[in-house]
């Protein structure tokens, strides 16, 4: 009633009145306003629902077997626990049973091969066999992610239990102590001390933040706080070379971190998905490790790269649309930049780019609508 001032007090009752009328006037336009905000949010989502079907649609036909194998077109048509694991989660933000329910057969018939109920890694499409059967933690969180996400989607409580399987498989193969706190191994075999003489080696794109919550959930018998905060540590104290950045793979022996030994001293394929996951995770801890990616590319030539970190120095240009997507999602999310259209149209032809551009259009749509 910030109207009513006492020189109008002083006039009478008549602009008292007016004065009473108006604010009552004001607060009913602004419930108009907050209920018209609502109907076009309630219709940005739905629209933007309708969208992300139509691209599973395409995403499936281009990359998904009749069988729910996950084809890998970029690397000889090979078929992994990644793959199996994202296709998982896309499926069920689809609400498309019917390809969740082949993936996960695939998957449990052809890498579930192993005695400790993680998955093996690599499939030979050629030799219709595993190739290798070590396993990829980042493929056993996506599987058992996504396995807890069809249970609540489809009423499978079967789904639940073989989450809960996993994830207590990966608690138990995966997380190591170490000078930066629990983290995980990136597979069983061959990145321990006893593996790497600068072990532990740690693929800080392994932590797939917003999947933590969900496998507190289902093994709570270990420690994923602590693991998330130990990636979060790492990360921060990851700035190498004059662009500061990360690499793929990294010793986690020491008080420092440093560019693993053994590996490609390298920003690649790998790395470009931590502030994708950074973005989904959604919480004032990430949003702020997020930021410094919202630069990415802009030290190179403006051009999105794999990188030595040591000298910061692009290797090859990562020229697919979902790479660029995870980079302007960066942007969006610490700047308000909204993403350009075109980009949002853009699609990929092969699998790891097409992957990461519908994850990314989801956190975009779940996280970040104004950025569209």
Known sequence: MAALTAAGLLTGRAEAGDAVAAWAGAHSLKAASDAERLETHAIISEVSRARFKSE???YRASFIAAD????DNGNGGVSHSE???YGLI???????????????????????????????????AGKEQVSDKNNATDGDILIAWGLAEGARRFARPDYLAAAKTVAQ??????IQVSPHGPVLLPGAAGFSAKDQSDGPIVNLSYWVYPAFPTLKELAPEYDWDGVRASGLKLLNDSRFGPLRLPADWQSA??????????????????????????????????RRALRRFAGLGRGSGD?????????????????????QLIVALARCATFGQPVEGDLLRARDALYYPATLRLLSLTVIQQRFPQCL
């Open 90 to 124: 896309l499926a069920a933000l689809a609400d498309d049973r019917e390809a969740f329910d082949l993936i996960w057969g695939w998957t449990e018939k052809r890498l579930r091969v192993r005695a400790d109920a993680l998955f093996a890694w690599r499939w030979d």
């Open 83 to 85: 793959g199996q694991g």
């Open 303 to 323: 051009r999105l790269a794999v990188v030595d970190v040591a000298s910061g120095v692009a290797a090859q240009p990562l020229e697919g649309a979902g790479y």
């Open 68 to 71: 729910g194998r996950v084809i």
């Open 253 to 286: 022996a020491g008080a420092a971190t440093a560019p693993a030994k053994n590996f490609a001293p390298e920003f690649g394929y790998n790395a470009i998905r931590i502030p994708l996951y950074l973005a989904w995770s959604g919480d004032d801890a990430a």
């Open 56 to 58: 599973w649609r395409a």
């Open 169 to 174: 498989a990966i608690g138990a193969a995966a």
